[in-house]
Structure formats: C-alpha cells, structure tokens
C-alpha cells in the first residue's frame, strides 16, 4: 500500500473556520480603534478651544435631555420614516426601469435621456417646485427623498443589466431557453450585485437629501430640529442630530451589505 504523505505547506482543514473568524475580528478590531481615535482627537480639539467646538461629554449630555423627554424618539421616528418611504418607492421604481433600459433597446432609448437629465439636476434643487407643486405637507419631503434614492439606483440597475457576460446568454440561447428564462436566470442574478449597490447609493443620497427636505414646513425630524438649533447656535444639538442621522444610516448600510454577502455568496471576494 502506498503512502502519500501531506506536503509540508498544507493547511490542516480546522483552520479554515478559524482564519475565516480571524478575519472576521481584524475589521471590527480595527473599527473600534478607529472610533477611539476619532473621539479621542475630537476631544483634544473641543480642549483646546476650537470655534467653541462642543466636547463629546457635553454632546452625550445634550442627547440624555432630548431622550429623556422624548425629542430625540419623535424626531427619529419622523425622519426614518420619511427616509424609508422615499427610499423603498425610489428602489421599487429604479429596479424594473433600469432592468428595461438595459434589457430593450427601445425603452433605453425613450428612458435614458430623461434619467441623465434628471441625474445633473441636484434633487435640492426641485424643493421649491415640490413646494408649489405638492404644497407643504409631507408628499413633497417624500417625494425629494424618493428622487434621490431613484436616480442613484436606477443607472446601478441598468449598467448591471448591460454588463451581463454576453458568454453566458449565447450559452443559455444554445441550450434552447427562453428570452424570459434567461432574464429570470441569467440576467437577474448576474446584475444583483450591481442592484445592491446602487442600493446603497440610494441610501446615502435619501439620508443626504433628508435634512434639507424637512425645511418644508417640518415641524419634527433630525433636519428640522438641526435647524432650529442652528438659530440659536445650539451646537450640542447640531451634534446630535448629525451623530444620529450618521448612526442610522450605518446601521442601514450594514444591512444591505449582509443582504449583499446572503444574495450575492456565489461571488469570490477578496
């Protein structure tokens, strides 16, 4: 009976899991120094006088009082919520439009002057036309989030579409399937990592877009309560809100990225 012994180099299979935990442990090792850092040069700068720069004590003070008396909820509450509609719409719309400028030459063609148009147009900039358009209640907040989100998903979905390996559409046509089998499973799934990540985009542009959307007759919200504190140079709060909109919108950012790595395992990653 022959023996083949294991070459010298060879990694015990054991070790996989654990590398992989390893790997997993060096980021948030990382994250957590990184965030040490920040408040650390953060408060050396609020010492030694910058602008009258608020410290994080007195800033973590400042948010004790708005949550203890229930500012901080309400106002989370209202933004979220105006960021989740705008954002959900503008990801509901953007997918199929862009599945249908990448997929029929037509539509592209009909679709795409208007969306590169629009994409120039900052979505601040249609605030006092949603004003007039859609009055001052929450639609057109809604709807400026909405077109943020929109406009950065739906080029995301539509490069995602045109960057299909042709190689893999001749394949499926040999094999005999169908324009509508090889959109379901060949097209789909190859431009679901584009999608997710003009997803995040999207995200990012529907949070940025947030604190200026609720200068419409907002009466609660993170915008709106920067805002006021801005009138009477309450900067603690200012730092608040931005602590709280940044929070937030990293936490939504984590989650489609897990949903990312779940849709998208088959890819290699480095």
Avoid: H
């Avoid at 040999?174 to 499973?185: E, H, N, W, Y």
């Amino acid at each position: 009976m022959t023996v083949v012994a294991a070459p010298e180099n060879a990694v015990p299979a054991r070790s996989t899991p654990r590398r992989a935990r390893r790997r997993g442990v060096r980021p948030l090792v990382l994250n957590l120094v990184a965030v040490a850092l920040g408040i650390g040069v953060w408060s050396l700068l609020s010492a030694i006088g910058v602008q009258g720069l608020p410290g994080p004590v007195t800033v973590a003070d400042r948010a004790g009082e708005l949550i203890a008396d229930g500012t901080l909820a309400e106002d989370v509450l209202a933004s979220l919520r105006r960021v989740l509609i705008g954002f959900a719409l503008g990801t509901a719309l953007a997918v199929p439009v862009g599945f249908l400028m990448g997929w029929y030459a037509t539509a592209r063609g009909l679709l795409e002057p208007y969306i590169q148009f629009f994409r120039t147009i900052p979505p601040l900039a249609i605030i006092p036309l949603a004003i007039v358009l859609l009055g001052i209640g929450e639609v057109p907040k809604v709807f400026v989030i909405f077109l943020a989100a929109f406009l950065s998903s739906v080029v995301a979905a539509f490069q995602g579409v045109v960057d299909v390996d042709r190689t893999l559409i001749n394949a499926a046509r040999v094999l005999g399937a169908s324009d509508r089998t090889i959109f379901a499973k060949v097209v789909v799934p190859a431009s679901t990592p584009f999608i997710l990540v003009g997803m995040r985009i999207g995200l990012g542009s529907a949070w940025a877009t947030l604190v200026a959307a609720e200068l419409i007759a907002a009466q609660e919200g993170l915008g709106y309560r920067m805002q006021q504190a801005q009138l009477y140079y309450d900067l603690p709060t200012i730092f608040v809100g931005l602590i709280t909109i940044g929070v937030l919108g990293l936490l939504m950012d984590r989650l489609l990225l897990l949903a990312d790595r779940r849709l998208t395992s088959w890819q290699e990653r480095r």
